[in-house]
């Protein structure tokens, strides 16, 4: 420290106050954390543990969840099912309505399922490496910005327009969907189970008559194939049990869901007169399931 401006003064240094010049090594090589004494902490193990626990609680709610209500699942696979609507998640919707067109399906069905996707997908993997512009406000990026905003609103369009097209089918048809199935399935047997038994089941319904002339006609009939010799229809492909069918519908009717279809079930009147049955037969065949009632 000097007091005077003699040249012959002697200088005494306070301390280092001189300003170290750091080298272009230290400067790119940043400090430990051990530097920073209870403000950081090392990342293997101590911080990656306390993400595994994390993990771990979270996992297992999840898993306590899906075992205390698990999500009702369809049928096992049924190729002769023909009321079955084969639909992809959601996040596929968009791509199974592109395949619906025209121009994306039949001949050009590679265009549709292939070059397009892939064009796609391919595009936004290569979108870093093509768009390397440094402006980040997305007016001032038009090509980038409008390719973004025309993929959003086709695909948004897309996936609306498929799931408006298998609801409106969904209706047209009469068709529950499975999943909705399994679930009021699941919910009816917990509503059971909680009854504790103090109900009176169901009785089970049994083939009525089985020795009437009808019954020898309902082997011969087209309703012997989807409905079964025991009349126990198929529930898991959305074909009902004709074991008491008489409590719900007359002879009439009977006859004339036979002769207008009903559902999925089309026209099997001139079907039957195909096969080689009258109509005597036929409505002998009608008054024997109008006799199919609970006992």
């Not at 401006?5 to 400090?31: A, F, N």
């Not at 898993?63 to 002769?80: I, N, Q, W």
Request: glycine share 10%.
């Amino acid at each position: 420290m000097a007091h005077g401006h003699k040249s012959d003064e002697k200088i005494v240094y306070v301390g280092d106050s001189r300003v170290v010049k750091k080298t272009q090594e230290q400067r790119l090589i940043p400090r430990d954390y051990s530097a920073y004494p209870g403000k950081s902490e090392a990342f293997i193990p101590n911080f990656l543990l306390k993400e595994w626990m994390v993990g771990v609680v979270v996992l297992v709610g999840m898993l306590v969840l899906v075992m205390s209500d698990p999500a009702p699942l369809g049928y096992p696979a049924d190729p002769k099912n023909t009321a079955f609507i084969p639909m992809p998640d959601w996040y596929f919707l968009f791509m199974y309505q592109l395949l619906k067109y025209p121009y994306t399906s039949g001949e050009y069905v590679v265009l549709g399922a292939v070059i397009v996707p892939g064009l796609l997908f391919g595009g936004l993997l290569l979108a870093p490496f093509l768009d390397t512009g440094k402006e980040r406000r997305f007016y001032r990026r038009p090509i980038a910005s409008s390719l973004m905003i025309l993929s959003l609103v086709a695909c948004t369009y897309l996936t609306y327009t498929s799931w408006s097209h298998y609801q409106v089918e969904l209706k047209e048809k009469n068709i529950v969907p499975e999943h909705i199935k399994r679930e009021e399935e699941m919910n009816a047997n917990k509503g059971a189970k909680s009854g504790g038994g103090a109900k009176e089941t169901k009785k089970a319904a049994a083939i009525v008559a089985a020795d009437d002339p009808g019954a020898e006609i309902y082997k011969k009939a087209t309703c012997l194939s989807c409905h079964g010799a025991g009349l126990k229809g198929m529930p898991a492909s959305g074909v009902p049990a004709l074991l008491g069918i008489g409590d719900k519908h007359s002879k009439e009717e009977i006859m004339g869901i036979v002769k207008n279809g009903k559902g999925n079930m089309g026209k099997q009147y001139q079907a039957n007169i195909d096969k080689g049955l009258t109509d005597a037969d036929i409505d002998k065949l009608t008054d024997w399931l109008s006799k199919q009632k609970v006992q």
